[in-house]
């Protein structure tokens, strides 16, 4: 009792155990070698590949991805999963796009707007899973519909153009990276910090590896949880706004199957689907991966069904090694 005690309180602060941290090391090295690898690739397969405007693209199109990436690691360390996050990011997008164009709010107002709507949506989401002790999955899977069928009714199932109204997140500056790219960087470092150094993040670890330990220790899981499903909710808004700054409108159509991408990345970054184990600067890598992956599917000339597929055994292939590392680890425990 007194090891397993002491385990769980390592764990909660961030505290290596026996051989955690040459994982660690290890899995940082593996991303880095994978990322590498395919650059390499890619740079073989097509002579357009290795150059900036190529990078450029790739940064510039992730600040979505990274952002929910961020809560969706959250999410994971303890134990649940988010499948909302598309669609509460096409209806972040859409209620911000109705505020500017119909209702002529300012963009500070129609963004916090949008914001909301994110924070409610996560809010429904954690309170419904841990209040009724219901699986997030199904919880979320349930957000799923209700979010996109209300990002459907809230633009008449219609594109709502803004024009260059929020045109400025998503411009490169001075031709190179956004200031949507430079915001997603800040929340990876935020969400780091958050996992690793505050006790908020300990508790989520803690929640993940032992919630009844957790409880015992006299720790209330149930607040934790939905906090963190309330920041997945402000997070997904938060890349509705990016990517309806970058199209210049707001498609209820936005973000569908990007859960998938937001989830391989997380898994593909190492976080745990057992909860209890999570990096959000893996987790980036696991973004730049995806990112990379179909940037260079899209430069070889890939058919779109030949990169779903493609990407699906990426997917698949992450959940492999994710069961495998958690094997090792419960026979090293």
Excluded at 140 to 150: D, H, N, Q, T, V
Excluded at 275 to 289: C, E
Excluded at 293 to 319: D, F, M, N, Y
């Amino acid at each position: 009792m007194q090891s397993s005690t002491q385990t769980l309180r390592n764990q909660s602060t961030g505290k290596p155990t026996g051989g955690k941290l040459g994982g660690a090391m290890g899995t940082y090295i593996g991303l880095l070698g994978t990322l590498a690898a395919m650059i390499a690739l890619f740079g073989t397969l097509s002579q357009y590949f290795l150059t900036m405007d190529t990078f450029v693209t790739i940064a510039n199109d992730i600040p979505a991805l990274a952002v929910m990436a961020v809560g969706m690691t959250f999410v994971l360390v303890i134990a649940g999963i988010d499948l909302s996050v598309g669609s509460v990011m096409a209806l972040g997008g859409a209620v911000t796009a109705i505020a500017l164009q119909q209702w002529q709010w300012g963009v500070w107002p129609a963004a916090l707007l949008g914001l909301v709507v994110g924070l409610v949506c996560g809010l429904i989401n954690g309170v419904v899973s841990v209040g009724w002790r219901l699986p997030s999955f199904i919880v979320s899977l349930g957000m799923l519909e209700i979010a996109r069928g209300s990002a459907y009714i809230a633009t008449d199932s219609r594109t709502q153009y803004i024009g260059t109204t929020v045109e400025w997140l998503s411009a490169p500056i001075a031709g190179s990276i956004s200031p949507a790219f430079i915001l997603a960087v800040l929340v990876v470092i935020a969400g780091q910090i958050i996992l690793t150094r505050t006790v908020f993040g300990r508790y989520m670890i803690g929640i993940g590896t032992n919630e009844e330990a957790m409880r015992l220790a006299g720790v209330d899981p149930r607040p934790v949880k939905i906090a963190v499903f309330a920041l997945i909710g402000v997070l997904a808004a938060v890349a509705g706004l990016m990517q309806t700054s970058r199209l210049e409108a707001a498609d209820p159509n936005m973000g569908v199957g990007i859960e998938l991408q937001v989830i391989a990345a997380v898994v593909i970054g190492g976080t745990s689907l057992m909860g209890g184990r999570g990096s959000v600067i893996n987790t980036f890598f696991g973004v730049l991966i995806i990112a990379v992956l179909e940037a260079g599917l899209a430069q070889v000339g890939a058919s779109e069904p030949t990169k779903r597929i493609i990407t699906g055994c990426v997917i698949v292939a992450a959940v492999v090694l994710d069961m495998y590392r958690e094997r090792r680890r419960a026979r090293k425990g």
